[in-house]
């Protein structure tokens, strides 16, 4: 028992697609969107301490590089299916946690154990840390499906998964950082020309304001 099998699950995320099942003109993997994720988390961690917010910034880099890592033992479920029910969503949890903790039993040195538990385990919790994490995840996942957009991707799914993120990081708005990101980042995103841009400025005004 070592954390060789830990490491070799890095390889593992390299060759899981984000929004599996859809046509998609750029293909992401959980690899990518983690370490995509661990960048943007600093970014509104910066924006938090500018506002005067502590950042425990040890328990911050845990949570967004290893918050997909046991996506490994069950792939990246299609939204949809993953959110069709909450009874769905709490069994799939169910089955991820007890993975998890069979993986860290029996692959990780005990003197490890505690350390890759609170790693492996939800780490969206209240926490500042906890929220800028909720926040960073849905911000990759707008700009993700924001890429498929202007690109004129013909699936529906991307249009909700960018207004599903849209209204999940506005229910983070006691944040600075969220603050700041619909003032000064968001703006700047849609400033661009695109085929539909009229139609899609649209549909984001209503959820948006």
């Keep these: 028992m070592g954390l060789n099998e830990f490491i070799l699950g890095l390889n593992n ?26 960048s943007i988390s ?5 924006i938090e301490e500018a506002n005067g917010i502590s950042i425990d910034w040890k328990a911050l880099y845990e949570k967004a590089l290893n918050h997909d890592y046991t996506e490994r033992f069950i792939g990246d479920i299609k939204t ?3 959110y069709a029910s909450t009874e769905l969503r709490g069994m799939l949890q169910v089955v991820e946690e007890k993975m998890t903790e069979e993986f ?7 003197e490890f154990q505690e350390i890759y538990r609170r790693r492996l385990f939800e780490a969206k919790d ?3 840390e906890g929220e800028i994490l909720a926040i960073a995840d849905k911000i990759d996942l707008l700009y993700e499906s924001f890429e498929e957009i202007v690109k004129s991707n013909p699936e529906q799914v991307y249009m909700d998964m960018f207004i599903e993120s849209v209204q999940t990081i ?15 980042i968001f703006p700047e995103l849609l400033n661009k020309d695109f085929y539909g841009r009229e139609k899609f400025i649209t549909r984001l005004d209503q959820v948006h304001n």
């Design 80 to 82: 949809p299916v993953k």
């Design 42 to 46: 600093q970014v509104l961690g910066d």
């Design 126 to 128: 209240d926490s500042v």
């Design 170 to 184: 506005q229910s983070f708005a006691h944040r600075p950082s969220v603050i700041y990101f619909f003032e000064e």
């Design 13 to 38: 995320l390299e060759k899981i697609s984000r929004a599996p099942g859809f046509f998609k003109y750029t293909e992401h993997t959980v690899a990518a969107h983690s370490y995509r994720v661990a």
């Design 104 to 110: 860290i039993a029996q692959e990780i040195p005990e």
